[in-house]
């Protein structure tokens, strides 16, 4: 359909490749059907180049999500003569915050060169301190949770009543923030990373740690310099940062972070998705805070679409549906 569509406009793949600022050999290749569908960013940049429609190229994304986006009276929705409401602006920031982290987290591999030594080396620190910062959030968000008054509501029960997905996700966020549990996920992994790694670089911490790093002997590790300032690594703190870590967490480094991590991208997910939830049921059941809604279709990247499928808690496949 693009080459039909180019042709019809009497364009060449070369003029079609420079209006939408891609390589001529790839949209060679896409016009013959042997390379895979384009994402939508690619797919609206062409649609733009021949003034159609992105469904009229025929090669419309396999994936798509329901949105509903509703224009809100913030006094109305979240008064503050309740006493949930300023805990639940609160459990909002984190949970944002840790949406996007939680994005950038699983797009990163997609975006370098497995063979390429130096990309595996920056891609590793990237996302070890991407991952403090996740679990730092993470962290706050549990200072709301377990809270009694919160950690108990029946609100939080009511706003999951009818979704078999948020009932999964409200008892895994209920069980990682128990207030009475000390092996909680919070109290365990998230707290002793906030406070140790997450945003402090504190002096006897590294020292310890790094006289641990080199008093076993010569040790080989790596600077990664790089002409564009915003590219390199030094890979050699990335190295002294596991072992504070590992210090922190007590026990095998190995088996315990790369664990924590994926019970945190998981608790993301689970918070993200009660939080959703509760705001959805809030809105049903204030309408007077409700101005205007819009049901929408956002697209699902592909790099998405395999990453979350191996990280999501167990449940349907197509998601929530959010319709009032």
């Known amino acids: 359909m693009i080459r039909r569509l180019r042709e019809a406009q009497g364009l060449t793949q070369l003029d079609l490749a420079k209006r939408a600022n891609v390589n001529q050999g790839w949209l060679s290749q896409i016009e013959a059907g042997q390379a895979k569908s384009p994402g939508i960013a690619v797919l609206r940049r062409l649609a733009k180049a021949m003034n159609v429609s992105v469904a009229e190229l025929g090669q419309t994304p396999t994936r798509t999500a329901r949105a509903m986006r509703l224009i809100i009276d913030p006094s109305k929705l979240f008064p503050l003569d309740d006493p949930l409401s300023v805990p639940l602006l609160r459990l909002m920031i984190a949970a944002d915050d840790a949406r996007h982290l939680q994005k950038l987290i699983l797009r990163a591999p997609a975006d370098v060169d497995a063979d390429n030594k130096s990309e595996k080396a920056i891609l590793e620190g990237e996302l070890g ?40 996700a409200l008892q895994f966020v209920r069980k990682a923030y128990n207030p009475d549990d000390e092996q909680s996920f919070w109290y365990s992994f998230l707290m002793p990373l906030r406070q140790h790694v997450g945003f402090h670089y504190k002096e006897k911490e590294l020292h310890d740690s790094f006289k641990k790093l080199t008093s076993t002997g010569p040790i080989e590790s790596s600077l990664t310099l790089v002409q564009f300032t915003g590219l390199g690594r030094y890979t050699v703190t990335d190295t002294l940062v596991k072992l504070v870590i590992g210090d922190a967490l007590g026990g095998d480094i190995l088996q315990k972070y790369p664990k924590g991590m994926k019970e945190a991208i998981v608790l993301s997910g689970s918070l993200i998705a009660v939080v959703d939830l509760l705001l959805l049921h809030l809105a049903m059941q204030r309408p007077e805070a409700r101005l205007d809604q819009h049901q929408e279709v956002i697209t699902v990247p592909r790099w998405l679409r395999k990453q979350f499928a191996k990280t999501r808690t167990k449940g349907g496949d197509d998601g929530e549906n959010y319709d009032m």
């Open 129 to 168: 301190h991407l991952s403090r910062i996740l679990c730092g959030h993470l962290f706050e968000a549990g200072k709301v949770f377990r809270n009694r008054t919160f950690y108990c509501s029946a609100l939080l029960d009511a706003a999951v009543a009818d979704s078999t997905d948020g009932k999964a």
